[in-house]
T-cell receptor, first 115, second 113 residues
């Protein structure tokens, strides 16, 4: 399977704990995006990378959130000191070059539940 | 923040009928895209329409775009039970070179066999 993969698919954690999610984009895709989706809503943009450079972060991304793409391949999204409001589906997407008309290919998502 | 609204929020039809979903947005766009999401899963890209296009077809899908009204519609013809899913419109903002998408709230479609 050469699609976008995300790990883990589900994560249950207690409030205050740190969690880290991983996204493996489609090989050779330069652009990588993170979105967050809460129940009954559409995805909301969090941040994106062009190769290893993080170029934009949404205001939704508080100081507790950090994302990296160290070698321009896989990416991680870490949430520190989780809060119940962080419960959501975290979606990763990649696109070939970042042209505005490029199709974004989404992974299956990581569903986070904060107790 | 969400770009706009989708209408209706939920739609239930019989197999074989057509389904129409509408999307409104707020800002100037480069293109508008439609995605499908099956229950609890990732999104699948369906179709993209550029801001200088008015209509586009792909198989059983027909998309229209009216930039003067900042609205789009997605028509699924001869629906099948497998079309049951949530459908989202997403816009790529004209002034941005990020490629980031701004999604609507979605329409949940149920196709009854």
């Amino acid at each position: 399977d050469t699609g976008v993969s995300q790990d883990p698919r589900h994560k249950i954690t207690k409030r205050g704990q740190n969690v880290t999610f991983r996204c493996d984009p489609i090989s050779e895709h330069n652009r990588l995006y993170w979105y967050r989706q809460t129940l009954g809503q559409g995805p909301e943009f969090l941040t994106y990378f062009q190769n290893e450079a993080q170029l934009e972060k949404s205001r939704l991304l508080s100081d507790r959130f950090s994302a990296e793409r160290p070698k321009g391949s896989f990416s991680t999204l870490e949430i520190q000191r989780t809060e119940q409001g962080d419960s959501a589906m975290y979606l990763c997407a990649s696109s070939p070059s970042g042209r505005v008309e490029d199709t974004q290919y989404f992974g299956p998502g990581t569903r986070l539940t904060v107790l | 923040s969400q770009q706009g609204e989708e209408d209706p929020q939920a739609l239930s039809i019989q197999e074989g009928e057509n389904a129409t979903m509408n999307c409104s947005y707020k800002t100037s766009i480069n293109n508008l895209q439609w995605y499908r999401q099956n229950s609890g899963r990732g999104l699948v890209h369906l179709i993209l329409i550029r801001s200088n296009e008015r209509e586009k077809h792909s198989g059983r899908l027909r998309v229209t775009l009216d930039t003067s009204k900042k609205s789009s519609s997605l028509l699924i013809t001869a629906s099948r039970a497998a079309d049951t899913a949530s459908y989202f419109c997403a816009t790529a903002v004209d002034s941005s070179n990020t490629g980031k998408l701004i999604f609507g709230q979605g329409t949940t479609l149920q196709v009854k066999p």
